[in-house]
């Protein structure tokens, strides 16, 4: 491969695995511009180095009703540069701001990088169409850091006030940890037996702090913590079978882990390594609703699930280690 096709690789870095929308040929004219988030326009001499390309694109995406570009206008500019008729399409099927969204999380992860000031601005437009995203998932989303978008949200009078935050996981949390935990305590008061996912987000709350809060009830404790400066705060500290409120964390480590993974061409361009992405893309989302699955287990089932549960962590283990001696082999210290 030479330099030229080296230099832009990157961009067939594109979609995913799992419901992903089908590819479909459409004649170049039927396709406009979009709403790019590149202040300055398209880069020429990157649609120039893309023509050039002897190797196969990735499909563009286009907005379905509109028929606008959302991703991929460079390179529907050197399909049409090299007499092509038609261009693989991928469809998008939402609403204007959440087509732009896109465009932007598509320009992040992968072909000519957006600039500073094209990513600010994205960020302020998302902030204001959006204004319940969390500063972390604006900034995932547009390459920022969470504080350069909390301080935009800070500064500008254009943002909608807001007073809960969706996070990256997709989990509502209010900005006032106390009122979420108030209106645990009511919707548990309303209805006992209702699950504690239902209750989180109902309330808007983590399911951690549900069982937090349902605990300190059955205890006949009020629903909000001790002040730590409180009489008492250090005894209730020490209790086992009190734990500490859920910190509002948006993604934990592994959740982070598996989205680089995840954006990794030599996993996802072959079947083995998508089906590896795959089983931990289960043993992720499975591990945030371990509270409501453990406490769903039936009592005569208890005994085999944990035994299952061991051989599992087990086959990992193996898999780990196996991995960690061809590292050794490969990279040897």
Do not use: Y
Request: aromatic share 2%.
């Amino acid at each position: 491969m030479g330099l030229l096709a080296r230099s832009v690789m990157p961009i067939v870095i594109d979609g995913g695995w799992d419901g992903e929308p089908e590819i479909v040929p459409v004649p170049i004219m039927d396709i406009l511009p979009g709403d790019s988030p590149r202040l300055e326009g398209e880069d020429k001499v990157h649609v120039l180095r893309l023509a050039a390309l002897e190797i196969p694109l990735p499909p563009i995406l286009v907005d379905r009703r509109t028929m606008r570009v959302i991703d991929g206008i460079h390179r529907l500019m050197a399909a049409s540069l090299k007499g092509r008729k038609t261009i693989d399409v991928r469809f998008f099927d939402g609403s204007r701001e959440e087509a732009f969204l896109r465009a932007v999380e598509a320009n992040v992860e992968h072909g000519l990088p957006l600039s500073q000031a094209d990513r600010t601005a994205a960020a302020l437009r998302i902030l204001k169409s959006h204004p319940t995203m969390s500063d972390r998932a604006v900034a995932k989303s547009t390459g920022l850091g969470a504080r350069a978008v909390a301080e935009l949200r800070r500064s500008s009078d254009a943002v909608p006030p807001s007073n809960f935050r969706v996070g990256r996981d997709g989990k509502v949390r209010p900005l006032n940890g106390a009122t979420g935990r108030l209106r645990v305590a009511e919707l548990i008061r309303e209805n006992p037996e209702a699950s504690l996912r239902q209750v989180a987000r109902s309330a808007g709350v983590s399911p951690a702090t549900a069982l937090d809060v349902r605990r300190r009830l059955e205890r006949g404790e009020g629903p909000l913590p001790c002040p730590r400066n409180a009489p008492g705060a250090a005894a209730e500290s020490r209790k086992e079978s009190d734990p500490a409120p859920a910190p509002l964390v948006e993604e934990p480590p592994s959740t982070v882990t598996l989205e680089k993974l995840m954006r990794d061409p030599s996993l996802r361009q072959s079947e083995l390594g998508r089906r590896l992405l795959r089983m931990f893309k289960e043993n992720v989302l499975g591990a945030r609703e371990m509270t409501d699955i453990c406490a769903s287990v039936p009592s005569h089932c208890i005994e085999l699930i944990i035994q299952l549960s061991r051989q599992n962590s087990q086959i990992w283990e193996e898999f780990a280690q196996e991995l960690n001696r061809r590292a050794r082999i490969v990279n040897p210290e």
